[in-house]
């Protein structure tokens, strides 16, 4: 061995050797035990991040103590198509060159697009390499393969026959960067500072006492549409004025005042305006009270001519100015105060999102939410840890049906086929019609819309499989995902395969930490605030990163990211190294490669005695805590005996019984299988340096580490 480990020189080398073994196919271990993980597909337009590189180690532990205990065990990867996420990297692309899709048109695109993914679409993939990921690489999937496609459109069909899709104008959150609709998991909420502008809306009808009722509002430029004022009914301050009309400022028409219990009385006046077409609350308040939905903003987030033509054409922001100034003039702004509050983004591309109506594809989730919720409460998929079963419950609980339509061109495009000559006539079909159902004379034109991303990843467990893989690999023993998914993806998956396989995808839903920055915040690229592991693998070697991240892993509680935990996983690796190369400088043989048989053996010293029954003690508390997911601890009791109970004290122990030829033979013997039964303990956790380790010991054993039985 060399007088120091260098991960440079090793990693490269081992996971060279673990592919041409071909034992990361479970094809190749003949047992009827199989034990499967598919890898939560990375978008291809992803680079490998803390979040990636958490979940990969984790899948990749439970994977490696799973085939060193003799199963076939797969980890099935595979990427994601990411429509909008794509498609923005895409137009991106072509900006920089003074084109757009517009300009090269849909099929031209789309071929720009398959040409991006065929040169960056699988980086992560050859990235989550670098880490260790064991998978089966022969088995990558696509969301967008051809078979994987065809799966899509076959369960668009099955709930479209079932009466589930249905087509219909709701008000949906729209981009108007992206120019689609979003449904309502796909925003995200930031914090901004902004007013709230209390607003005097003038009574048809006053009195002494109330000339105006006053609203609070954080978006004046929806005054213009306007279709009610509305108070909760156990407001007393309001209750006489319910009923009411007041006349709407600058528009000059007259609106009622309407009671509601989705009314927070604690909100500013406790009194609000509804704008049906702008906002999801006021649009169910607006159903139950039967009131209008005047649209004043369109699809690129400018005032419509319903606006009124002194606004129309203006954006947002512009029109805000233009009303607060004439609010002002009239004096019907009571006080402007500081406010800060959640404003709604685009997940990929931050823009404020618009609330819109917008004809769009829905599927009705009533059904399947209900199966969703049997099955978890049932035990039947296990959340673990326990605590994130809130969330689900919380989502299936209040859930509404799914806008899963988009207005892009990259994606899984709907099999559906309008009429060229009644427009609005369609039929829903894996091919196109050759004759038209309605007109019988006219071209069908398929629809321009695609899938959401979400509808085609809620297939990941069993789309594409060949019925032989499916029946091996379905359901999977665990899903290893994060928290910010649950109802993205977890809950999708678990209807998806309960309606078309009739069994949960999956046993268990492990909930990984979330890894945060030193003060607790999300980290972000944008903002230079993550942490790149290919550079900490670069810098430390992968099994120091895995180590790091591991050993931060405690419990179901965020990390604080602590950099010191990867550097002393490095210092980990040279004492590994380092008492590796003493056992074999003493050129120890292997008499006894067993427990029982080493403690059958004569002149057994009270060390001896101790550190054989401390590794069968921690060996087995090592295993229970990955079976219960408890890795950090794991990792600990795994460290604490390697570097405490073998080093520090055993180690320096055999230096006197090796000098003593009474107890050398026996010490050497000791040294040696304790050496090799740590590193099947360790090798899940750190797989290079204790493969590279292995086979450099003298033992009748597996070629590779990674296949040898852990006992």
């Known amino acids: 061995m060399e007088k120091t480990y260098d991960p440079k020189q090793t990693e490269e080398k081992i996971y060279q050797l673990w592919l041409k073994s071909g034992y990361f196919n479970p094809d190749k271990i003949k047992t009827k035990k199989n034990y499967t993980i598919l890898l939560p597909p990375p978008n291809i337009t992803g680079s490998l991040h803390m979040g990636h590189a958490l979940n990969a180690t984790i899948i990749d532990i439970l994977i490696r103590f799973k085939r060193m205990q003799g199963f076939s065990a797969a980890c099935l990867p595979g990427t994601d198509h990411a429509g909008i996420a794509t498609q923005n990297a895409v137009e ?31 980086i992560i993939l050859d990235q989550l390499k670098k880490i260790g990921l064991s998978a089966d690489w022969s088995r990558i999937r696509f969301t967008m393969d051809p078979e994987y496609s065809e799966t899509v459109k ?46 005097k809306y003038p009574l048809k009808n006053p009195t002494e006492k109330n000339e105006f009722i006053i609203v609070a509002t954080t978006r004046p430029e929806t005054l213009l549409g306007d279709a009610a004022v509305a108070v909760n009914p156990q407001d007393k301050k309001y209750q006489n004025l319910i009923g009411q ?51 004043i903003i369109d699809e690129k987030g400018r005032m419509t001519k319903l606006a009124g033509p002194e606004f129309e054409g203006l954006k947002t ?34 823009t404020k999102i618009e609330p819109i109506p917008s004809k769009q594809w829905f599927l009705k989730m009533a059904d399947l939410a209900k199966i ?63 004759i038209c159902p309605f007109c019988k004379n006219c071209q069908m034109k398929q629809s321009e819309e695609v899938l959401d991303t979400w509808f085609s990843s809620a297939l990941w467990p069993f789309a594409e499989f060949p019925l032989k893989d499916l029946k091996k690999f379905y359901p999977s023993a665990v899903l290893v995902t994060a928290r910010d998914i649950i109802n993205l993806w977890v809950g999708r998956m678990i209807f998806s395969g309960l309606e078309f396989l009739k069994q949960e995808p999956f046993v268990k839903t492990f909930i990984h930490p979330t890894i945060l920055n030193k003060e607790g915040k999300r980290m972000s690229k944008s903002l230079g605030t993550g942490v790149d592991p290919l550079i900490l693998i670069e ?32 210092k980990f690796c040279n004492k590994i190294w380092n008492a590796s190369r003493f056992v074999l400088e003493n050129k120890p043989s292997l008499i006894y490669a067993d427990f029982n048989g080493l403690m059958r053996m004569k002149n057994l010293t009270t060390a001896d005695k101790k550190i054989l029954k401390q590794l069968e003690i921690f060996q087995k508390s090592v295993a229970n805590d990955i ?23 055993y180690i320096e122990k055999s230096k006197s019984q090796i000098a003593d ?3 050398e033979k026996n010490t050497k013997n000791i040294l040696l299988f304790v050496l090799s039964s740590s590193l099947k303990m360790l090798h899940p956790f750190m797989p290079f340096i204790t493969e590279e380790i292995y086979q450099k010991l003298p033992l009748k054993k597996e070629k590779l580490l990674m296949i040898s039985n852990r006992s």
């Open 92 to 122: 991106k692309e072509l900006r920089k060159n003074g084109t757009s899709r517009f300009d090269l048109g849909r099929e031209k695109f789309i071929e720009a697009v398959w040409q991006w993914k065929e040169k960056y679409g699988n």
């Open 154 to 199: 076959k369960t668009f069909i099955h709930y479209h026959e079932k009466g589930l899709i249905y087509r219909g104008e709701r008000v949906i959150n729209w981009c108007t960067r992206c120019q689609t609709s979003l449904s309502d998991l796909e925003i995200e909420h930031q914090e901004e500072k902004s007013y709230l502008w209390h607003i």
């Open 245 to 295: 009309k007041v006349i709407l400022p600058i528009q000059n028409k007259e609106i009622p005042i309407i009671a509601d219990k989705a009314i927070d009385t604690d909100f500013g006046t406790g009194a609000v305006k509804v704008t049906p077409a702008h906002d999801l609350l006021d649009a169910e308040i607006a159903q139950r009270h039967n009131l209008p939905f005047y649209k």
């Open 317 to 350: 922001l512009e029109a805000r100015e233009k009303i607060i100034e004439k609010l002002k003039n009239k004096n019907l702004i009571e006080k402007i105060e500081d406010y800060n509050h959640n404003v709604a983004r685009c997940y990929r591309c931050q």
């Open 372 to 434: 969703a919720e049997k099955t978890v409460r049932s035990k039947k998929n296990q959340i673990i840890p326990q605590k994130f079963e809130k969330t689900y419950f919380a989502w299936l609980k209040n859930i509404k049906d799914w806008c899963i339509s988009r207005q892009i061109w990259w994606g899984h495009q709907l099999p559906v086929f309008f009429c060229e000559n009644e427009k609005e006539k369609f039929a829903v079909a894996l091919d196109k019609p050759r």
């Open 539 to 570: 810098n430390f070697g992968a099994d120091a990163t895995r180590f790091g991240i591991i050993w931060q892993t405690m419990g179901g509680q965020d990390i604080r990211w602590d950099e010191t935990a990867v550097l002393a996983g490095k």
């Open 627 to 649: 079976e219960k997911f408890r890795f950090g601890h794991a990792l600990r009791t795994a460290h604490d005996f390697f570097w405490h109970q073998f080093c520090d004290v």
């Open 661 to 663: 030829s009474k107890t």
